[in-house]
């Protein structure tokens, strides 16, 4: 490779690594509910307090180069702690810890006792090595999609980082003593610096497209949640829907839909306010939750209506945890300051075997349910199988 200025790379890498550093500071400042920024960003500008240092020193290796190679080190283990964060780990801090000491013991060891630089220069590259092959464990990921793929391309590029670092102190271990009189003037050091430099932009670019990514995510989301209970709301709902009718038509297996609606829920709203219904609303969604099973989704079709979507369930078998869901509504009050308030609810259920998948096929039947279920007496469920035509169109007409 060609020769390169040391301090003109070293100099323009620290000038991307605050510009990132800031971008990813200001991501996190607006976004606090993504967790990884924060690291990311402190990582950066500690890598560029070091570069800092590092360039200062670098023509004859002196006291405040030991500092700098120890935070660059620590900066680049804060990216473990925010790759952590970010994919809903635990950050281990004590690893950008261990390897600020681990760094800065050696090096002062080897530059200020045993005036080694050739060692000081293996062993940082072999440190530097193990926390970018430690990056690159951590962003493999199993995920499809654009941020699985993000992962594999950060992956890849940690790894390179590794394969240079190692090739750094392998080329150090056979280098002439003379080129570690001056750092400035061993050529491999501008040929490293120049691909870490580029290699770093690259990450910390990945960083952002990720983050991109996440806040994407998180604004659909939001998009398809209701903002009261907490549950989906109706176009989730019929998007949740929609996926599990494929699944379930593809390999033959039956889906059901549950309408439930609480009984008399205007006299909530007049007796004890809206604010106490809306608290109602979400003591029932509360309470529906943990009684549905794992894959059943709950959303609120509208007003005081839900709706629950059941995979691989007969309407047979719905009945029973519509049952469920009635008596788990009936025997929790939600407790207000003052009063203790008992509502009930009337379900209805009907499922693809008579039905078929269409969703609102599957609604309007199970809503039909629900009326009889009201017309006769509330508190109860009701299958659609049992409800004829003549009291559908009575329903009509009504």
């Known amino acids: 490779m060609p020769n390169f200025d040391l301090r003109t790379i070293v100099f323009m890498s620290m000038l991307l690594t605050f510009m990132f550093s800031m971008m990813l500071a200001i991501t996190r400042v607006h ?25 200062i020193q670098l023509d004859s290796s002196k006291v405040l180069f030991l500092p700098g190679m120890a935070l660059i080190g620590t900066g680049l283990s804060l990216y473990i702690n925010g790759i952590q964060a970010f994919t809903n780990r635990i950050p281990d801090h004590r690893i950008p810890v261990l390897v600020f000491v681990l760094l800065l013991g050696m090096d002062a060891y080897y530059m200020l006792v045993q005036h080694d630089v050739r060692t000081m220069v293996v062993l940082d590259s072999a440190v530097f090595a193990l926390v970018y092959l430690l990056c690159a464990r951590l962003t493999t990921s199993k995920d499809d999609g654009l941020l699985g793929t993000l992962f594999w391309i950060a992956s ?45 932009f690259f990450i910390s670019g990945l960083f952002l497209l990720m983050l991109s990514y996440r806040l994407t995510q998180n604004m659909a989301s939001i998009a398809l949640m209701d903002g009261l209970t907490g549950v989906v709301n109706r176009r989730g709902l019929e998007d949740a829907a929609h996926k599990m009718q494929g699944i379930c038509k593809r390999i033959n297996l039956s889906m059901t839909v549950m309408m439930i609606d609480i009984d008399h829920f205007k006299k909530v709203n007049d ?38 979507c059941l995979p691989n369930t007969t309407e ?10 009635r008596i788990g509504v009936e025997n929790a009050p939600l407790l207000d300051r003052r009063h203790k308030i008992h509502v009930t609810v009337s379900i209805g259920v009907a499922d693809s075997v008579r039905v078929g998948y269409d969703f609102k096929a599957l ?31 009575r329903r009509r007409k009504h």
């Open 31 to 55: 976004h606090k509910e993504i967790h990884g920024p924060g690291y990311w960003s402190v990582g950066n500008l500690v890598v560029g307090l070091g570069m800092i240092l590092v360039l």
């Open 156 to 200: 890849s590029l940690f790894l390179i980082s590794a394969l240079v670092m190692a090739a750094r102190a392998m080329l150090a271990l056979n280098a002439d003593a003379s080129v570690f009189q001056s750092l400035a003037s061993w050529s491999v050091n501008a040929n490293v610096f120049l691909l870490g430099a580029v290699i770093q």
């Open 271 to 308: 007796q004890y306010g809206h604010l106490v219904g809306d608290d109602m609303l979400r003591h029932l969604a509360k309470t529906i939750t943990g009684i549905l099973r794992s894959g059943d989704v709950l959303g609120r079709y509208g007003g005081e209506e839900f709706c629950v």
């Open 316 to 325: 047979q078998d719905a009945v029973g945890l519509a049952e469920r869901i």
């Open 363 to 393: 609604v309007h039947a199970a809503d039909n349910a629900l009326y009889q279920a009201k017309n006769a007496g509330r508190n109860r469920v009701v299958r659609a199988s049992l409800v004829t035509d003549t009291q559908v169109e």
